[in-house]
């Protein structure tokens, strides 16, 4: 039965944008409440799964007799309380993906005012229906559990879920995305929650790893002087006297980290934005790498490793640099390439978008142009956000945009690039990046190179970018690669440059508030 004001706000809905537009706002006002129903049936399933309560639609019986019997019993009606579970997540997601459907529809086609105030309505109506059902769930758990004599022992291997289910879901969706085949255990769904950086306690002191890492900075010091021997000695001592720290995790979640380290069908990565983590089929995730490899505009394969060669030509132009007196003994032994890293090549899920596509990282930490890539970084980062365009953080967005006022043929857009860093033409960025250079007073105040020197020097990081993947060797043949130090200041200045040139070729340039696609 609806309400007054409800009826108020359907009649004057339909008298003023149509019965289409009366019709989603029903139809939206009753995916919530459903929505809110069903959400409250799986707080209590869950709740019922984790106190050993079996729900009495799914209670089994046998004429079969014994313990045995019984046991088996008793296993079906869990796994039956689990697929529950399955099927009401997946009747959610279908619930949300309809909402979000007719969301976009009212979005575009109400009026700001009155689209918020349908928004308004329904979060109303939602709260509501939960309140309903919650209550009625929290008298049936209670009867439940008063009346069930066969209270069961907890699966051990599985922690307790909070109470708050719906709370334990929001951190669920937040933290951990599985959009693999594995059904996670709530003991790996609790340790991946702690995130990739999570530092777990070591069973036992790892004295191999103290030892190397006091010899590597003894060689800092010198390594047979005095102050190195006193490093050794202290070190002894404290290895002597050390203790095995207590363990930040519990035993069922050092469990479930060896069955998923063990689990060769699946891969854990960082999502793209955000802290989460990533849970992908191995096959999946590999298919995705390969298609991005697959594009021969972008990559390259090729027969053998070009470390020697990319690392002799930076050598060289380092020699020329150095006895021209441009750079000094200290700097060129910084930049010289003594360790020869191949740079490795992953891809991180954009869980954000349609698909899940993967962007595509080159890890280059240690490889022989990545000290010389942000020695070049430090010079040019002072040329990026020169444009009045330039937007510093969202803080600086909201003040920008806070003096604009749109008019009534006038609307606010935003625009994506599509794998920005890779689309970025090498040759183009050079000659923008040596025209900035040239017109910069106070570049001497940062390095003694020329523009030209120093163009050369980001000429060579963004044309030896190569990886290895799957074992096979690649070469980027355009674009900047993420993982570079250099790449996302090219990435702007090319994108700053473009936008100035389109403004330019606008008769009537429109009122931009900044590179939103950066």
């Not at 559990?145 to 599985?158: A, C, E, M, P, Y």
């Not at 879901?169 to 996670?184: F, G, H, M, P, Y």
């Not at 993967?358 to 980062?381: E, H, M, Q, W």
């Not at 993947?469 to 790449?487: C, D, H, I, L, W």
Request: hydrophobic fraction near 35%; charged fraction near 25%; proline fraction near 5%.
């Amino acid at each position: 039965m609806s309400t007054p004001q409800q009826s108020k706000l359907h009649s004057r809905l339909e008298s003023e944008h149509g019965r289409m537009a009366t019709k989603l706002v029903r139809r939206i006002e009753f995916l919530e409440r459903k929505s809110a129903r069903f959400r409250n049936h799986l707080h209590f399933t869950l709740h019922c799964k984790h106190h050993g309560v079996t729900p009495a639609s799914l209670k089994l019986k046998s004429s079969v007799k014994g313990i045995t019997a019984e046991r088996i019993l008793q296993r079906a009606q869990h796994q039956l309380v689990g697929e529950r579970i399955r099927q009401i997540y997946a009747t959610l997601n279908n619930i949300k993906q309809q909402i979000a459907d007719i969301d976009e529809q009212l979005f575009t086609e109400l009026p700001m005012e009155t689209y918020s105030e349908v928004k308004e309505w329904v979060a109303h109506a939602h709260k509501a229906e939960w309140d309903k059902c919650r209550s009625r769930q929290q008298t049936k758990f209670a009867r439940l559990s008063s009346s069930d004599k066969q209270t069961k022992t907890r699966d051990k291997n599985r922690p307790i879920v909070p109470v708050n289910q719906q709370e334990h879901k929001e951190v669920t969706d937040r933290w951990v995305i599985n959009k693999s085949d594995k059904e996670l255990t709530a003991a790996e769904l609790s340790v991946l929650q702690k995130g990739l950086n999570y530092a777990v306690s070591p069973s036992k002191i790892p004295v191999v790893e103290f030892i190397t890492g006091v010899e590597s900075a003894t060689k800092l010091i010198g390594h047979d002087s005095d102050e190195a021997s006193r490093l050794r000695l202290d070190c002894v001592d404290i290895l002597e006297h050390a203790k095995v720290p207590d363990s930040n995790i519990s035993k069922e979640e050092r469990a479930a980290l060896r069955d998923l380290k063990s689990d060769n069908n699946i891969m854990i990565l960082p999502a793209d934005k955000g802290r989460a983590t990533v849970v992908m089929n191995k096959t999946s995730y590999q298919d995705k790498a390969n298609e991005l490899l697959a594009d021969k505009n972008t990559y390259e394969l090729i027969k053998k490793d070009p470390t020697a060669k990319y690392k002799n030509l930076l050598v060289d132009q380092l020699k020329v640099l150095k006895d021209e007196e441009w750079i000094d003994f200290k700097l060129y032994r910084q930049l010289y390439p003594t360790t020869a890293v191949v740079p490795k090549f992953y891809g991180l899920p954009k869980v954000h978008k349609p698909s899940c596509p993967l962007r595509p990282i080159v890890a280059s930490r240690g490889s022989i142009t990545y000290d010389t890539a942000k020695f070049v970084a430090n010079i040019l980062s002072p040329l990026v956000g020169k444009s009045e365009r330039h937007l510093q953080n969202s803080e600086d967005l909201v003040n920008k945009m806070s003096k604009f006022t749109l008019g009534p043929e006038e609307c606010l857009v935003s625009f994506d690039v599509t794998a920005l860093f890779t689309c970025v033409p090498v040759d183009e960025s050079l000659v923008i990046v040596k025209d900035l250079l040239t017109a910069d007073t106070t570049l001497e105040s940062r390095t003694d190179l020329s523009p030209q020197q120093v163009t050369d020097l980001l000429s060579t990081c963004l044309k030896t970018t190569y990886f290895v993947y799957n074992e096979k060797f690649y070469v980027q043949r355009e674009g900047a690669a993420m993982g570079s130090p250099v790449s996302p200041i090219i990435a702007n200045l090319f994108m700053e440059n473009f936008e100035e040139k389109a403004l330019q070729s606008c008769a009537n340039p429109p009122q931009i508030l900044g590179a939103l696609c950066r």
